[in-house]
């Protein structure tokens, strides 16, 4: 007699947060969870593309919620965690994958511009994870994924930057380091109550605010000249990591930062 195997998903009765999932790598994260099984609340600032993202989703079967909420605010970032509890019953899952950088190069920064990429990045990672924190616990079970970035461990060299003629800011050099080290010193916290927390750092990965048309990335020179594969990543290849880490795939993974750029030969 045959017997039909029904396989589980990967994130069936978890509840995941995905902060920035309206676009990019947090929209294809939030679907992604979704088809897998997660509750997903979006956090995002832009409603009209975050309340699309929750009608596609539950267009594919999927569950989600759209909340408002800028993660560099901390009275949103309180209150909406506790609404997607309400909503939801609990959080077992959280994305800090909100962020963004600026223009200019230093010494040509704002001080404006270096608080908002601090604020946004680092500081809403911080946020974040504090609010949820109880509830992760309360979960049994928690896991985290930081959003990071190569700029967190690589330097940029004049031949680079005569590449592209630009670098990106050093307020997003800054961020992302900080992100590195917080999310190493959340995972030694989070062990005492079965927390995971991990991070992905992206290279040239092509999202609506890093493609200047053609599916070419905006510092394509720069990452073309020391990329060991060729091409361009796509939020996909990102989403697919994070599914890994907040997976039961990755039971024994804590503390650790994975690169996702197609290979790096060096780093300063």
């Not at 947060?17 to 997660?38: M, P, Q, R, Y």
């Not at 929750?54 to 999927?62: R, V, W």
């Not at 019953?89 to 230093?106: E, M, R, T, Y």
Request: aromatic share 8%; with cysteine; charged share 20%.
């Amino acid at each position: 007699m045959n017997k039909e195997i029904v396989m589980a998903n990967k994130l069936d009765g978890d509840v995941a947060i995905v902060t920035g999932g309206n676009s990019g790598i947090g929209e294809a994260t939030a679907h992604l969870f979704a088809k897998e099984g997660a509750k997903v609340a979006i956090l995002a600032r832009r409603e009209k593309e975050g309340k699309e993202v929750e009608s596609a989703i539950k267009a594919s079967g999927g569950e989600a919620t759209f909340f408002q909420c800028d993660v560099a605010e901390r009275g949103q970032v309180d209150e909406v965690v506790e609404n997607v509890v309400s909503t939801y019953g609990k959080i077992s899952v959280l994305f800090n994958n909100a962020g963004g950088g600026d223009k200019g190069n230093f010494p040509d920064e704002t001080d404006e511009g270096w608080d908002r990429v601090i604020a946004v990045n680092l500081n809403g990672t911080f946020y974040v994870c504090r609010a949820a924190w109880s509830h992760l616990i309360e979960s049994g079970n928690g896991r985290i994924v930081n959003m990071s970035s190569l700029a967190a461990q690589r330097g940029f060299s004049k031949n680079m930057y005569d590449l592209v003629g630009r670098g990106p800011s050093s307020s997003y050099y800054a961020a992302k380091a900080g992100v590195d080290a917080f999310t190493r010193y959340a995972a030694g916290m989070g062990g005492q109550h079965n927390i995971r927390v991990n991070g992905v750092r992206p290279g040239q990965i092509i999202t609506p605010l890093t493609d200047v048309g053609g599916g070419n990335h905006s510092l394509k020179g720069a990452f073309d000249f020391i990329q060991i594969l060729e091409g361009a990543g796509y939020p996909d290849d990102v989403a697919n990591t994070v599914l890994f880490l907040v997976s039961n795939d990755s039971r024994f993974i804590t503390g650790e930062i994975i690169n996702v750029d197609g290979g790096m030969p060096g780093k300063l």
